[in-house]
């Protein structure tokens, strides 16, 4: 913080009175004027003037006494507001964080195998870490701002839907086949937006995610269009299915059927896929494959100067994230067992891209926290009703607040020295020298 | 200085425009093995282009780049750096958010250098600057400018090069650091027999250190001549030396 606080009565009351002025203009036709249909469907309103005045002028003392308060506690910086042993406790949290998440994780059909709620909630929010994790391959770590992901998340689910309802293939064969499609997809995006960067890039990206919707809905004969395609075969284990038959896999344990069995082994697929889409993201990172794309972020031109291929490098980050959201894709038709393309619109782009940033980009387990936060969290406020998107919007603008570079915004070196002798990159500040 | 038979790297009569505008109006330069040359010009001149032109951005519209008897004029540009051409762009251009650890390591990645040659690439470059292997876990945003010009030079030297292509090594650094950096780079030329191309305003220190100098004006080179001669030359001590606060 560079700015001086400013003091004194005067430009207290000029900030109060500009921020009242803004909430005026703001609020005058939302809350100030009312509007219904009347009786013969004639439009009628009426004024709401008290209402009004009250907003402004709770906006008013509002920001005096924000402001007071800014002024009081004076400009502090974190490490002097959180006492030592706290700072201790979290970085001690912070190490087995991702372990003791893991556990949890693994532990969830098991602590909640009667509620049927939960552990749909749960595959939920894996499968946006699994389509975070894969958009955090293109943005976070390529710098590559995607507003399309969703578009391949589409690929890979009407690949799946489509293989399996016409040709009758195992799930177990059209993964693999959905994921090389969506990278193929994904390659065709990279070609023509290989010289495109920052806005560019995300106007392009975005257009190819409603184009690829539009192809679906407009596509009849293959797509079946608006309506979807239906009937898509659950997932088998390895080949027995998950039903009551004889030949399911309940019968074949000797154990009683239950439906959530399946719901089970679905919560471990997607797990699976999300952990192989972590594990091959973080082995990816310490290659040079993975160093090229952090350092493409970073600069271009110096990378062209040290022999990188820029070419290749973005259309392998495009393909490998690509790739992620089409296995996403296919478990998602498997789970629903039906797919249109209302799944696949440009809100879900925008839900994983919030995830990515929220959780920090190139943080692999902030993405986990924010997936977490984000789709548990919406589901936290759903008896908000109407306010909950208020709720939704106004954590999510404190939290950019408090923690600008997103939840974890800690990026860990991957290459070290033999031996480790250097001081490490916590204990100093960042300047620009 | 004798012209050795075959010079690492001739340039003749090259050109390259940005559009419409022609930065390079026909530049002929050649470097020797084991050389050390001082291109210097005032802002604008074209030295910055020619330097990016050899890395093939932008490309050459005329003329001929050789590398070894070879000519790379058309070479891709990501191919340049794996024949042993390494560059320290102007501006450093580091990766801030990597650490200095992986920038170096970016310079080792894209040749074909054995583990055991990178390490010793390494503990070379440690041995330069020093103050890189203070910082290696530290991240390249954090350093200083002096810093960030030494890890810009370590990162390049990773890939071990031939010829070393330095843009404006000392800009914006005090004099003190320039002088550090000036100082690495002669022990470079005599130690390894690292051949450089270093483009400087700072004309004074360039050639004192350099074996030969050029210099370019609105893309033409018009003196040339080893860096004592160049140094005595009035006009270059009028245009170059005396106007600033050099010396």
Not at chain 1, 62 to 90: C, D, F, H, N, Y
Not at chain 1, 317 to 346: H, K, L, N
Request: hydrophobic share 50%; charged share 15%.
């Amino acid at each position: 913080m560079t700015a001086k606080p400013a003091t004194g009565i005067t430009s207290l009351l000029k900030t109060a009175f500009i921020n009242a002025l803004i909430a005026l203009v703001l609020f005058s036709l939302m809350v100030g004027i009312r509007t219904e249909a009347g009786p013969d469907g004639q439009l009628t309103y009426w004024t709401r003037f008290g209402e009004l005045a009250s907003l402004v002028g709770a906006v008013f003392g509002g920001s005096i006494v924000i402001e007071l308060l800014r002024q009081w506690i004076g400009p502090t910086s974190a490490e002097k507001l959180v006492p030592p042993a706290v700072q201790s406790g979290m970085s001690f949290i912070g190490r087995y964080l991702a372990p003791a998440l893991l556990i949890f994780t693994v532990l969830v059909p098991v602590i909640f195998y009667d509620q049927r709620y939960i552990l749909d909630l749960a595959i939920l929010v894996l499968t946006y870490v699994m389509l975070g994790w894969g958009l955090n391959v293109v943005v976070g770590l390529a710098g590559l701002l995607d507003l399309g992901y969703v578009a391949f998340y589409a690929v890979g689910a009407y690949s799946y839907g489509l293989l399996a309802t016409n040709f009758g293939w195992s799930f177990w064969i059209c993964l693999p086949l959905a994921g090389i499609l969506a990278a193929f997809w994904g390659v065709l995006l990279g070609f023509p937006v290989l010289r495109l960067r920052g806005d560019y890039l995300a106007i392009v990206t975005l257009a190819f995610g409603e184009i690829i919707r539009l192809v679906i809905i407009n596509w009849q004969e293959l797509t079946g269009g608006p309506n979807g395609v239906s009937g898509i075969p659950r997932p088998s284990f390895f080949g027995i299915p998950l039903d009551n038959s004889d030949e399911g896999l309940a019968a074949r344990l000797g154990i009683e059927y239950s439906p959530t069995h399946r719901i089970v082994f679905l919560f471990y697929l997607i797990l699976a896929l999300a952990l192989l889409t972590n594990w091959v993201t973080i082995r990816l990172r310490r290659l040079p494959i993975g160093r090229a794309w952090e350092a493409l972020r970073e600069d271009e031109v110096a990378c062209r100067a040290l022999g990188i291929n820029t070419t290749t490098t973005k259309l392998t980050a495009f393909a490998t994230g690509a790739m992620f959201g089409g296995f996403a894709g296919a478990f998602f038709a498997t789970r629903q067992g039906f797919i249109s393309p209302e799944s696949f619109t440009f809100q879900e782009s925008a839900l994983v891209l919030a995830i990515v940033v929220l959780g920090g980009m190139g943080s692999q387990l902030g993405v986990a926290l924010a997936a977490l936060a984000m789709i548990g969290g919406f589901e936290l406020f759903r008896g908000l009703e109407t306010y909950r998107m208020l709720v939704f919007g106004m954590s999510m603008v404190l939290i950019m607040i408090w923690r600008p570079r997103g939840l974890i915004g800690h990026r860990a070196p991957t290459v070290y020295l033999a031996k480790a002798e250097a001081i490490s990159s916590d204990l100093v500040k960042e300047g620009h020298g | 200085m004798t012209s050795a038979p075959t010079p690492l790297l001739a340039i003749r009569g090259l050109r390259a425009a940005y559009g419409k505008i022609e930065a390079l109006k026909g530049v002929d330069i050649e470097i020797n093995a084991g050389e050390i040359v001082a291109l210097i010009g005032a802002n604008g001149a074209g030295k910055s282009t020619l330097m990016m032109t050899i890395f093939g951005k932008p490309r050459a519209r005329a003329g001929q780049i050789l590398y070894e008897g070879r000519d790379i004029t058309d070479v891709p540009t990501h191919e340049i750096a794996h024949l042993r051409i390494a560059q320290s762009p102007e501006g450093r251009r580091i990766f801030p958010r990597m650490s200095v650890a992986e920038n170096l390591q970016m310079g080792a990645d894209s040749t074909e250098c054995t583990d055991a040659e990178s390490e010793a690439t390494l503990q070379r470059v440690f041995a330069l600057f020093p103050r890189l292997k203070e910082r290696y876990a530290q991240r390249g945003g954090t350093l200083s400018g002096g810093e960030q010009q030494m890890l810009a030079i370590g990162r390049a030297l990773m890939s071990r090069p031939r010829l070393l292509l330095l843009d404006e090594p000392s800009l914006g650094l005090a004099p003190l650091i320039a002088r550090q950096i000036f100082d690495a780079i002669r022990t470079l030329n005599r130690q390894d027999g690292l051949t450089v191309l270093i483009v400087e305003q700072n004309a004074n220190h360039a050639l004192k250190l350099a074996h030969r100098g050029y210099v370019m004006v609105n893309g033409l080179i018009t003196l040339a001549g080893t860096g004592t001669e160049l140094l005595q030359r009035p006009e270059i001590r009028a245009a170059y030396l005396e106007g600033g606060r050099h010396g």
